[in-house]
């Protein structure tokens, strides 16, 4: 070690630390780094926490798992999303199981689920043509967590029913003080991980009575293998199937309603998009013509960087490692933050600006350093449902554009940063249809 010095930054109050500023000002980060640079300490929840924001401190965290760093959740998220999920899991475990889910998001799985997703989002479109008026948030909220419970599960309009209620009430506590109480939001979403549980398993046990386990992903859990021959437990696959519902609801939501906010703020670039849609009309939806829709492609690039629907990732230090001239101690805590990383005006220019041409073959920001556009993470702990996000969004945003207009009402569009961005009075629109 060339270095003793840990990080600048200031502990804040004993115990609390900086943790109740850290959830109520959604510039916590950026205040301190102005102060003190591109690495500062602070103390979150009882632990010294290190801010960490840049391409090579990103890839230094996300490389290095495993050997000075391990996962790292809140205590909430660890008690709500379960002892045996794949978020929680390290390791040679992590890497095994990892193996196993990933078969639920292969190509051809993708390519089974294109019909149910285009089918759900028709009905939906439909549906906000007839109300002409609405607050999108809410039914972008359900629209996706139709979709993932019909692709993931088999469940239809899940959205309207017991286990669409629960899961509500659970996401809402994910990132609270973990006090279990009844009245406390995490104390109600506790009650609601029992809920939700009790629902899968149910699923769960009639899917293993089938001859026929089905082609969505729990069907392809319950066949998965290892090399060894290993299946899932009852146990884990309720923890994975909940894990996989958060995690193609919640960060979906927030990137939908980041496009369609955009796109509504910048019209030259929703026209430029819907002309290039104009080429595939008629054609159907596949994997093949959505590759082709380049332009489409760098505007959903350019959501995920200017509002990364996760804006960081926790890790624990499990060896004292240095980094940017700074030591960063064994049992501390490190964030990396994604949406500053997006932000860094030494890779992206006029990083404020929403650009989609950045994204261009010529131009190719994010190519000019590794690691500088992460809205899915990386390394071992990549997003695995990275394929299946960018796939109902591109399918997504394609019908949007080519079948319905949509403009911006009075209301405040400030973002509420936690658990994932969101405008705060929740997207309220005119919605039409362009066809008569």
């Known amino acids: 070690m060339t270095s003793q010095i840990t990080p600048p930054g200031q502990q804040g109050l004993p115990l609390l630390g900086e943790t109740l500023a850290f959830f109520s000002d959604p510039d916590f980060a950026r205040k301190r780094h102005q102060q003190y640079g591109p690495i500062f300490k602070t103390q979150l929840l009882g632990s010294p926490t290190v801010f960490l924001k840049g391409p090579e401190a990103t890839y230094f965290v996300l490389i290095h798992e495993n050997k000075y760093f391990v996962v790292s959740w809140p205590p909430s998220v660890k008690k709500l999303l379960g002892p045996l999920s794949l978020a929680l899991q390290s390791g040679e475990v992590h890497v095994q199981r990892r193996k196993l889910m990933a078969q639920a998001f292969q190509p051809r799985a993708l390519a089974n689920y294109l019909p149910a997703m285009e089918a759900i989002s028709n009905e939906y479109l439909q549906r906000w043509t007839a109300l002409e008026t609405l607050t999108w948030y809410p039914e972008l909220r359900n629209y996706t967590f139709d979709v993932a419970c019909k692709l993931l599960i088999g469940l239809d309009q899940a959205s309207q029913t017991e286990l669409g209620h629960w899961f509500e009430i659970w996401t809402q506590g994910l990132f609270s003080i973990p006090v279990n109480l009844p009245w406390t939001q995490f104390g109600k979403a506790y009650r609601g991980r029992q809920q939700l549980l009790d629902g899968l398993e149910a699923l769960i046990r009639e899917r293993q009575q089938q001859a026929d386990p089905g082609n969505d992903a729990l069907g392809v859990l319950l066949q998965a293998q290892d090399e060894e021959g290993n299946q899932l437990s009852l146990e884990e696959l309720k923890d994975q199937v909940l894990l996989l519902l958060f995690a193609g609801h919640e960060t979906l939501t927030s990137a939908l309603a980041s496009f369609c906010l955009l796109l509504a703020q910048h019209p030259d670039v929703k026209a430029r998009a819907r002309a290039e849609q104009a080429k595939f009309a008629g054609m159907p939806l596949t994997l093949e013509t959505l590759k082709e829709m380049t332009y489409l492609e760098q505007i959903l690039k350019e959501v995920l960087r200017c509002v990364a629907p996760v804006g960081g990732g926790f890790r624990e230090v499990i060896e004292t490692c240095e980094l940017g001239g700074f030591t960063i101690p064994k049992g501390w805590k490190v964030l990396y933050e994604i949406n500053l990383t997006h932000q860094d005006s030494e890779i992206f220019a ?74 705060k009075d929740g997207l309220k629109v005119r919605f039409e249809s362009l066809t008569v």
């Not at 929403?354 to 809205?375: G, M, Q, T, Y």
């Not at 394929?387 to 973002?415: C, I, S, V």
Request: some cysteine; overall charge negative.
């Open 350 to 423: 006029n990083p404020e600006q929403f650009d989609p041409d950045r994204f261009s073959a010529e131009r190719s920001e994010d190519k000019v350093k590794p690691f500088s556009h992460v809205p899915f993470g990386g390394g071992l702990r990549e997003c695995l449902g990275k394929e299946f996000a960018r796939l109902e969004m591109k399918l997504f945003a394609a019908k949007l554009l080519q079948g319905y207009d949509w403009t911006l009402l009075p209301q405040d569009l400030t973002m509420v940063v936690v658990p994932t961005p969101k405008p």
